[in-house]
């Protein structure tokens, strides 16, 4: 019996000094070293990040003197087309053919407020519909856009 607790108690003290070197400072050493780490790539990303800034600064501020420099013009392009609705074919082929192009100068509010794609008239012509019977519309689609810079003169 003495023999069994003696046993008994040489194996909890194993168990124990095991356990004990299991929580050794290699975990907390490897945590700190990561954390270092990390708080060298944060202050290389807030560097970065501050000389990107300084960039966008100049970037905007050349910007600012070309405008200053040069006439800004925003210009659409609108492609409009008739589409009739009737089972002639001759008019349904007709109609893509006859599509024209128009760049017109638009404010720059406006400018940015359409898309390219996008329809800005597309409605049922009814003085056609009333007076010759016929089911048509003009199609008109923002096609393009594009901004056109003119050097100013200063003389």
């Avoid at 050349?62 to 925003?74: C, H, W």
């Avoid at 024209?100 to 100068?105: K, L, M, S």
């Amino acid at each position: 019996m003495k023999r069994f607790m003696a046993l008994i108690v040489g194996i909890i003290l194993c168990i124990f000094a095991f356990s004990l070197s299991g929580c050794s400072n290699t975990n907390f050493y490897k945590k700190e070293q990561n954390q270092k780490q990390l708080q060298e790539e944060i202050k290389s990303l807030q560097t970065e990040c501050l000389d990107l800034i300084g960039q966008i600064n100049e970037l905007k501020d050349i910007k600012q003197r070309l405008m200053d420099n040069e006439e800004v013009s925003y210009v659409i392009e609108l492609s409009i087309s008739q589409i009739h609705y009737t089972l002639d074919v001759q008019e349904i082929l007709k109609d893509p053919m006859n599509t024209i192009t128009i760049p017109i100068e638009v404010s720059q509010e406006y400018y940015y407020n359409v898309k390219v794609g996008q329809t800005l008239n597309d409605d049922l012509r009814v003085g056609s519909l009333i007076f010759e019977g016929s089911w048509e519309n003009y199609n008109v689609v923002v096609s393009s856009k594009q901004i056109v810079t003119k050097k100013i003169d200063p003389n």
